[in-house]
């Protein structure tokens, strides 16, 4: 189990780390449609302002709803917030085709995906009280359930495991690791 989550995570932080190299997270919510140009960093903020003339709950929010890869760069348990940076999982066909645009000299990628982070901006949502938190622990067929308390554990050292975030209405309802080999 230990050698598995070596590997694993050694070849995720050589992926990000390639990917960091080559660029830094897409500001747009959709994996697969890279953003036309990165965002600056932001603050520690959960809902950004609203423009003149409009409400806050009229504001966008910091993510569609939906599901996001992402690396979890802090875990706030006590605060039930959880600071993150959105990347892009690609796999297949468009995994190949980013991959070889970025490095064409190259043969990649490596075990069909590629990571894509090319925003350095964080961002923080707050997580919902019955968020339901599952990560892989050896075997990627049988996930394990966990409680928010436990993910900083489970995320140790933080920013090297893939993560899912689900989000509706503003906050993580879902967390859920991707398996890489």
Known sequence: MRATAAVRTGALALVAAAALVAAGCGAGSDPGTPPAAPSAP????????????????????????????VLIRKIDVAGLKITFDLVYFLTGAEATKEFQKRFPDEEGPMNDYFVVNDNPRLR??????????????GDPSDPVELAFADLPAANDPPAVR?????????????????FVP
């Open 162 to 178: 893939l993560f899912w975030l689900t989000v509706a209405k503003g906050s993580v309802t879902g967390i859920e690791e991707q």
């Open 124 to 137: 923080v949502l707050p997580v919902a009280r019955a968020v339901t938190v599952t990560v892989v622990d």
């Open 42 to 69: 932001v603050a520690d903020a959960t809902t950004p302002a609203p423009a003149p003339g409009q409400s806050l709950e009229e504001a966008p929010a910091v993510l569609a709803d939906g599901r996001h890869a």
